[in-house]
């Protein structure tokens, strides 16, 4: 289900190769795209995931953080925060999980399985964690975000109306006429 293509090696560094035990591995970051299933529908994501090829026995394999990155391109598909976001949150107001659990009556152990990437957090429960951490600047609204509500007709509407507004010649004859 999933392909990996090397265009992209960047930070190369070599290390020890878990099949063969030279020193002869490759680690770099190679971009794989994977699919997901969004409810009814399968979605491609991309990830930037560490691979090891081993120069020595020709084998290439996933080093670890690579199903971190995957669980991090689902959450942001989900317009979730990531668990890596979710520790910065953390770190950012200086508490520990027992701490925000207090604070936002959240279950400890539900606060460790998102940290964990083993669960992920509900749209109002990630809401919530978002609104702990400030404004867009820390959180910039990512593309996997989704309005649920789209406005009603009316509001559409009147918005347009207020936007072709732009003579002013009446509204001033309409002061003078008040004025007067
Ligand atoms: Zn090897």
């Given at each position: 289900?999933?392909?990996i293509?090397s ?21 770099s970051i190679?971009?794989?795209?994977f ?10 994501l991309?990830?930037n995931?560490?691979?090891i090829?081993?120069?020595a026995?020709?084998?290439a ?8 990155a995957?669980?991090?391109?689902v959450?942001?598909h ?8 979710i520790?910065a949150l ?10 925000l659990?207090e604070?936002t ?6 606060i ?6 083993s ?10 964690l978002?609104a ?6 820390e959180?910039p609204?990512r ?6 509500f789209?406005?009603?007709?009316e ?9 072709l507004?732009?003579?002013y ?6 002061r ?5």
């Open positions: 289900m999933s392909s293509s265009h992209e090696a960047e930070h190369a560094a070599m290390v020890e190769c878990a099949i063969c035990g030279e020193a002869t591995g490759i680690l190679q971009e794989q795209e699919a997901y299933r969004d409810g009814q529908h399968e979605v491609l991309h990830a995931i560490p691979v090829s081993c120069q026995c020709e084998e394999y996933t080093a670890p953080g690579a199903e971190e995957q669980h991090e391109a959450c942001h989900l317009g979730r925060l990531a668990p890596v976001e520790r953390r770190t950012r107001l200086g508490v520990s999980q027992a701490k659990a604070l009556h959240i279950g400890i152990a539900s460790k399985r998102w940290e964990a990437g669960h992920i957090q509900n749209a109002s429960l990630d809401a919530k978002r702990l951490g400030g404004g867009p600047q959180f609204i593309s996997g975000f989704r309005f649920h789209p406005p009603k007709p509001a559409c509407e009147a918005a347009r109306r207020w936007r507004r732009q003579d010649s009446s509204m001033h004859s309409q003078e006429l008040e004025a007067a």
